[in-house]
């Protein structure tokens, strides 16, 4: 199942939210949600700075982890950033790939 790296960033009514329920409750709600599209939590971690929470998750396919991001952000409560996560493997893969590119100017 492919992995991905979200960020995420509360504002607003998210921020207020979070201090009533609490950590705790975010992640479980987090993963519930995760879980609906056929997902798995793998990590997820408070953090300071520009981005609240960063963590891991496994989805079926990137419909279904674009379908969550969307949800998620569609709220105004958490700004929600995926990456997809490529294995040692895959990259192995693409380095044996020779695609056709031109630089600009060249």
């Known amino acids: 199942m492919p992995k991905y790296l979200f960020e995420a960033t509360?504002?607003?009514?998210?921020?207020?939210?979070l201090m009533q329920e609490g950590g705790t409750?975010?992640?479980?709600?987090f993963r519930?949600?995760?879980?609906?599209?056929g997902g798995t939590l793998e990590s997820?971690?408070?953090?300071f700075g520009y981005y609240d929470?960063?963590?891991?998750?496994?989805?079926?396919?990137?419909?279904?982890a674009a379908a969550l991001s969307l949800l998620i952000n569609?709220?105004?409560?958490v700004n929600v950033?995926?990456?997809?996560?490529?294995?040692?493997?895959?990259?192995?893969?693409?380095?044996k790939k020779s695609p056709?590119?031109?630089?600009p100017g060249q």
Do not use: N
């Open 10 to 17: 509360y504002a607003g009514q998210g921020i207020k939210g």
């Open 25 to 29: 409750k975010r992640r479980e709600t």
């Open 32 to 37: 519930e949600a995760l879980s609906s599209v």
């Open 44 to 47: 997820f971690y408070y953090a």
């Open 53 to 64: 929470v960063l963590g891991v998750f496994e989805a079926p396919d990137d419909a279904s």
């Open 74 to 77: 569609s709220t105004g409560s």
């Open 81 to 95: 950033r995926l990456k997809p996560l490529l294995s040692v493997e895959d990259l192995d893969e693409a380095s």
């Open 100 to 103: 056709s590119y031109r630089a």
